[in-house]
């Protein structure tokens, strides 16, 4: 079974700080997505990459980057969180257009 | 521009009695629909999916019905049971690359 893994469930940063949001899969997907999950705005897509060192930017990538050196892994970088960054962030992977397997999420808290 | 949309933020259904989630698209280039479901604090788990050359698919209380003409598709539970209570996200593929695109959510309660 596909395995989607997210470093931390819980995250708590202080305004200005660099964080990293860490995704590995085991399923030897080509394909990595990072969301968000706001009430009321359901996911949004930031960044995905279709390829190693590939990445393209989604809907709403403003204030993130994204880094793709291995196959299995995909990094989300908040170079200065803000307050408006607090969110739920999934990171998802797919082989194809058919599903895609989320990880469990990273609730990051931004004060 | 929300190219899948749900319409309905919330529903709230009796135990036993049948959920009908709805979701509309406006892109006719999708090629595959799905469901998700997803409890608080937890990654979204995949539920039930259709290409865009059928009309209906089932897999036991879950039925997911396409209507390509009215760009419209909408996810059947029967019987609804308490665990059934999360959000549900319908979604779509088949344009530029594996890209998917979701829907903001329906917030199902199945009350006992």
């Known amino acids: 079974d596909v395995k989607v893994t997210q470093s931390s469930r819980y995250l708590v940063k202080r305004t200005g700080e660099k964080v990293f949001l860490e995704c590995v899969q085991d399923?030897?997907?080509?394909?990595m997505f990072w969301y968000r999950q706001d009430p009321g705005l359901g996911l949004r897509l930031i960044y995905f990459s279709y390829d190693v060192k590939m990445k393209e930017k989604g809907d709403i990538p403003e204030g993130y980057s994204v880094s793709r050196e291995k196959k299995e892994r995909f990094s989300l970088i908040l170079e200065s969180a803000s307050t408006n960054q607090t969110s739920m962030y999934l990171c998802?992977?797919?082989?194809?257009?058919?599903?895609?397997?989320f990880g469990p999420g990273t609730r990051l808290t931004v004060t | 521009d929300q190219q899948v949309k749900q319409n309905s933020p919330s529903l709230s259904v009796q135990e036993g009695r049948i959920s009908i989630l709805n979701c509309d698209y406006t892109n006719s280039m999708f090629d595959y629909f799905l469901w998700y479901k997803k409890y608080p604090a937890e990654g979204p788990t995949f539920l039930i999916s259709i290409s865009s050359i059928k009309d209906k698919n089932e897999d036991g209380r879950f039925t997911v019905f396409l209507n390509k003409s009215a760009k419209h598709l909408s996810l059947h539970i029967v019987p609804s049971q308490p665990g059934d209570s999360a959000v549900y996200f319908c979604a779509a593929s088949g344009l530029r690359g594996n890209q998917f695109y979701f829907g903001t959510g329906t917030s199902l309660t199945v009350i006992p």
């Open positions: 399923m030897d997907h080509e394909n």
């Open positions: 998802a992977s797919s082989g194809n257009r058919v599903r895609q397997y």
